[in-house]
C-alpha cells in the first residue's frame, strides 16, 4: 500500500523562520502555498524524494494552530504516498484503523489527501496522500 515517505509536517508559527532554519541545513524551498481548506500556509523543501512540510495557521480555529497550542512546534503529522488513495482508506479500515477521512480531499501540493486517527497509530498522525501526476 505504502509507496514511500512523502513528506514530514512540521507545525511552525513563524513560517520565515522556519524556512530559514531549514535552508540553513543546506534545503531548498521550492515553494510556498496557502491551503484555506486547511487554514494554513505550507512551505516545501525537498530532501532527496521526500520533502519538509512546514506548516503555519493563517487561523487561531485550524487544526495546526490547535496543534502548536497544546504540543508546541514540532512534528505534526508524517505523510505516505500510495498510489490508490481510496483503496488505501478502504484496506485501512479494514483492518480497524480508525479514519479521520473516510474520502480523499485536496491537500497541498496538488495532492488528494486523508488522516488516519492517532490513536490507531500509536499517537502519530498520519496522511495518506497521492500527487496528482505521480506515477
Do not use: W
Not at 514511500?4 to 513563524?14: E, L, N, R, T, Y
Not at 521526500?50 to 487561531?60: F, G, V, Y
Not at 488505501?88 to 480531499?105: F, M, Q, V, W
Amino acid at each position: 500500500m505504502v509507496k514511500h515517505i512523502s513528506h514530514i509536517g512540521i507545525a511552525v508559527k513563524d513560517l520565515e523562520a522556519g524556512i530559514a532554519f531549514y535552508e540553513s541545513l543546506g534545503l531548498k524551498l521550492e515553494g510556498i502555498e496557502e491551503v484555506p481548506s486547511q487554514k494554513v500556509k505550507v512551505a516545501f523543501l525537498p530532501c532527496g524524494d521526500t520533502r519538509i512540510e512546514l506548516l503555519c495557521p493563517t487561523s487561531e480555529d485550524s487544526a495546526v494552530a490547535k496543534f502548536i497550542e497544546k504540543k508546541g512546534e514540532g512534528i505534526q503529522h508524517l505523510a505516505f504516498a500510495v498510489d490508490n488513495l481510496p483503496e488505501a482508506l478502504k484496506e485501512s479500515e479494514e483492518k480497524g484503523i480508525t479514519l479521520i477521512d473516510k474520502e480523499p480531499r485536496p491537500g497541498a501540493h496538488h495532492a488528494d489527501i486523508a488522516f488516519l486517527h492517532p490513536k490507531s497509530s500509536y499517537g502519530v498522525l498520519i496522511e495518506l496522500c497521492k500527487e496528482k501526476g505521480e506515477k
